[in-house]
């Protein structure tokens, strides 16, 4: 039986009694709609901790103003039975005025984690100036509030992760943070929750970004290539039909551009389909 | 017997054993040059406490660039000696590499604690800009590494009380703060590390301070005087052989400004003597 728990104070309650047992917990911070790849993630939690906790909630403070905050998919029935059937213990969905209680949700009167400048003014972090702030806040509060002993995060989020992994560092956190691969639909397409915003021919449209991460992986595992000016080129021909917003090479230790492949470098990109932002990612070895 | 811990992988040991054998920990940030005031810390974290933690450590993102980091006390030797009187456990006092590895103490490469606008760009924060993300960010880390039960810090820093205490509840930590009372001189001076700036002279002169907040008590109390305005002239007059940086008079829930004594007011005071900053504070009632 999976628990859903809405306050605060009852998910206290029972971190509480799990950790008197001795238990070890595992967290899956997510924004629900949850789809196979946070399954992925569950299930790692699952085989991995005693108990795990399943964290439900579209925050708001690191949506943009004009983000799609209020249409973002909402399913908790659903979430629920999902996590249900992978054995997860607890599902923690809160409201907004549960999480920021007293806060009014104005930035001005909540304390905030702010990750390293170097590490958000990249990528997502440039169309989305407070969205890696409300991340890390948010991501802290819920390691604060479940007291896990592993967080699992989905690697398509790429610079979310870096970013987790550095304050976790940084503020020397008492947490594992586990990595875990993209799930991909058939077809290709990274799972996504937004991926509901689109038509069916919004969908093979955006076919064009797994495509364009495949065929740069082929052009430097087989064809040898470390250019990365010829393979942002191969890149942005192959999303001709996409609303590209960047596609990169960087370092994946600290978001720095790469003119040449080497080991360890993310390959991302973000574009719009329909309107609707997707991103992908893959890392490329030397 | 005290132990001097310098690195966190022998405090995070220690503190280990501490959890496994379910004691409680105590946990007393300071910079060192420990005085009466932090010695009233201490005894209070191991009277409430299995085990007492005493952190020394002169933290330089909390330090302005134009402030007093490289001349700021540095007594291990005497602070270790204080510690172990009163029943200390561990002295922990990193090094600055230590404790900010890898970041090169560059905010660009650093995730940051940022306490809400509203509560530092008053008092204190007006003049030392990014003094409280400095102090939030270190005290966090702190908790983390200490995984104390139980944190003690002085009235005597009481924007960064309440900044720390915000802190908390916002990021949902799970520590305790304790308040603890100024502790002041025969004379009545706030005992404060910078106090070794002075001459016997300028200890004279900084007499002002505790006499200002005192006469304002009084008149409140007894005098039954509540309009800030006058109270802030007499204070004006009291403090003039000072250089005064500020004379407030704030909600000690949220740091706004009255401008009529209600309870919990906090009427506080910094002003320099021969240079060296000193503050003084107290809480008032209606």
Redesign the interface.
Known sequence: MTLLIKT?KELKEKVKEYKKEGLTIGLVPTMGALHRGHFSLIEKAVSQNNRTIVSVFVNPTQFGPNEDYDKYPRTLKEDLQGAEKIGADIVFSPSPDEMYA??TLN????????????YINKLCGKSRPNHFDGV??VV??LF??S?ADNAYFGMKDAQQLLIIR??V??????INIVPCPIVREDSGLAMSSRNNYLSQNGRKTALALSKTIFTVENLVKNGNIKDVRYLTDVALKLLEDTEVEYIEFVDYDNLENVSTIKNNTLFAIAARVEGVRLIDNILLEE
């Open positions: 605060i007293g806060c930035n001005n009167y909540l304390t905030y984690v702010a990750p390293p400048y170097e890390a806040t802290t509060k604060n509030l007291e550095k304050m560092k940084d503020l020397n956190m008492n």
